[in-house]
């Protein structure tokens, strides 16, 4: 999973992701400190991995990871080229979803581009620059599509008369991803890469001293973010930083005094999880505990070709147990004498948390 961490200059983007990936990426109080795209790779925070090494003491464990891009902060007018938009537009076109940092706060120290933050008009700036740019796009493409139609072929027309439904829900500044697809137009989006089809997680950035209330300007971000069943979390950018520093346990601590559930990081990945359909499926053994990110929905072959290509091929079945039963009996031996070890064929669909063998031919 590559997600995109995206926003104005100066809203703490680059904070943020130098909490998430400690890569000591540049932060500075002017626009466009960051040019080249930062990149961090993260482990995603599963507790069910430390309860199974608590059975195996495994020689290693191998969590899941999210992989993080900083990237430059754009500007109105970038899909016109202002600012660094070409580049920032063309970094964004490489991942799976958007994680959209707005300031949430006031401070005198720390400039802002537009002079004052306002969450709804900062998030409404990047929004329309990405439905700009699909515009763009979507008008060459139906040229295109127009031209080859000129010969009949029912298809292709089929797709122009898409394309022009869709360049008209962009016209009255609608992202792709809201768009009423039917089941008769979804072969025609498989080559279109509109940026505003990207799902897209808001991180409202507040104060620290506002840890454990709902600030104004991030309850309107919530309230613009479920206009288009987009999510939002609510964190603390300068809090996260202040977090990475510590030992676990004492990072623990700081979170309980500020009466919050669990970090940033945690909330963003939960939900990018959420965001893009995700779950984990978990392999055991003495030698390796190991989580595997998978789409939901995902048969049991497919979820072994996730581990090697020849396990897909060769697939005869996998064994399952849930992981609560697993913890539960104490070992493998036990849940199957319980009869709670399922034989699972090529049909079966995975479950977050399911504590799987595979049996394959070479």
């Given at each position: 999973m590559k997600l995109g961490i995206v926003g104005l200059p100066n809203v703490g983007k680059s904070t943020l992701f130098n909490a998430l990936t400690h890569a000591g990426a540049a932060v500075a109080n002017y626009p466009?400190?960051?040019?080249?795209?930062?990149?961090?790779?993260?482990?995603?925070?599963d507790s069910r991995l430390s309860a199974?090494?608590?059975?195996?003491?495994?020689?290693?464990i191998v969590p899941a990871t999210i992989e993080f891009v900083d990237i430059a902060g754009l500007?109105?007018?970038?899909?016109?080229?202002?600012?660094?938009?070409?580049?920032?537009l063309a970094n964004i076109r490489e991942t799976d979803a958007i994680v959209h940092v707005v300031r949430c706060f006031?401070?005198?120290n720390v400039s802002h581009v537009a002079g004052e933050?306002?969450?709804?008009?900062?998030?409404?700036?990047?929004?329309l620059e990405l439905i700009l740019s699909d515009i763009e796009y979507v008008e060459r493409r139906i040229e295109r599509v127009a031209k080859a139609a000129k010969s009949g072929d029912k298809t292709l027309l089929q797709e122009k008369a898409f394309l022009e439904k869709l360049l008209d829900h962009l016209a009255n500044e609608h992202p792709a991803r809201t768009y009423p697809l039917n089941d008769s137009e979804m072969p025609f989006t498989k080559e279109l890469w509109l940026l505003s089809s990207k799902p897209?997680?808001?991180?409202?950035?507040?104060?620290?001293?506002?840890i454990g209330t709902f600030p104004e300007q991030a309850k309107l971000l919530k309230v613009y973010a479920e206009q288009d069943n987009d999510k939002m979390v609510m964190i603390s950018a300068k809090i996260e930083e202040e977090l990475q520093s510590l030992e676990p346990q004492e990072a623990a601590e700081?979170?309980?005094?500020?009466?919050?559930?669990?970090s940033g990081l945690n909330q963003i990945i939960s939900a990018s999880y959420q965001l893009l359909g995700l779950i984990s499926f978990l392999t055991i053994g003495e030698d390796e505990i190991r989580a595997w990110t998978i789409k939901k929905g995902t048969k049991a072959p497919q979820a072994a070709g996730k581990i090697h290509s020849d396990f897909e091929r060769g697939f005869i079945r996998a064994e399952v147990v849930k992981f609560e039963d697993l913890i539960a009996h104490g070992s493998i031996a036990a849940a199957r004498e319980k009869g709670l070890v399922k034989s699972e064929g090529k049909e079966y669909i995975m479950q977050d948390g399911d504590c799987t063998l595979f049996r394959f031919n070479v």
């Amino acid at each position: 999973m590559k997600l995109g961490i995206v926003g104005l200059p100066n809203v703490g983007k680059s904070t943020l992701f130098n909490a998430l990936t400690h890569a000591g990426a540049a932060v500075a109080n002017y626009p466009f400190c960051t040019i080249d795209p930062n990149v961090g790779v993260v482990n995603v925070p599963d507790s069910r991995l430390s309860a199974l090494n608590e059975i195996y003491h495994a020689k290693k464990i191998v969590p899941a990871t999210i992989e993080f891009v900083d990237i430059a902060g754009l500007v109105e007018g970038a899909s016109k080229g202002e600012g660094l938009g070409n580049q920032f537009l063309a970094n964004i076109r490489e991942t799976d979803a958007i994680v959209h940092v707005v300031r949430c706060f006031s401070d005198p120290n720390v400039s802002h581009v537009a002079g004052e933050a306002d969450s709804v008009r900062d998030a409404s700036i990047i929004q329309l620059e990405l439905i700009l740019s699909d515009i763009e796009y979507v008008e060459r493409r139906i040229e295109r599509v127009a031209k080859a139609a000129k010969s009949g072929d029912k298809t292709l027309l089929q797709e122009k008369a898409f394309l022009e439904k869709l360049l008209d829900h962009l016209a009255n500044e609608h992202p792709a991803r809201t768009y009423p697809l039917n089941d008769s137009e979804m072969p025609f989006t498989k080559e279109l890469w509109l940026l505003s089809s990207k799902p897209v997680l808001y991180v409202a950035n507040i104060n620290e001293t506002e840890i454990g209330t709902f600030p104004e300007q991030a309850k309107l971000l919530k309230v613009y973010a479920e206009q288009d069943n987009d999510k939002m979390v609510m964190i603390s950018a300068k809090i996260e930083e202040e977090l990475q520093s510590l030992e676990p346990q004492e990072a623990a601590e700081f979170i309980e005094t500020l009466g919050i559930e669990q970090s940033g990081l945690n909330q963003i990945i939960s939900a990018s999880y959420q965001l893009l359909g995700l779950i984990s499926f978990l392999t055991i053994g003495e030698d390796e505990i190991r989580a595997w990110t998978i789409k939901k929905g995902t048969k049991a072959p497919q979820a072994a070709g996730k581990i090697h290509s020849d396990f897909e091929r060769g697939f005869i079945r996998a064994e399952v147990v849930k992981f609560e039963d697993l913890i539960a009996h104490g070992s493998i031996a036990a849940a199957r004498e319980k009869g709670l070890v399922k034989s699972e064929g090529k049909e079966y669909i995975m479950q977050d948390g399911d504590c799987t063998l595979f049996r394959f031919n070479v």
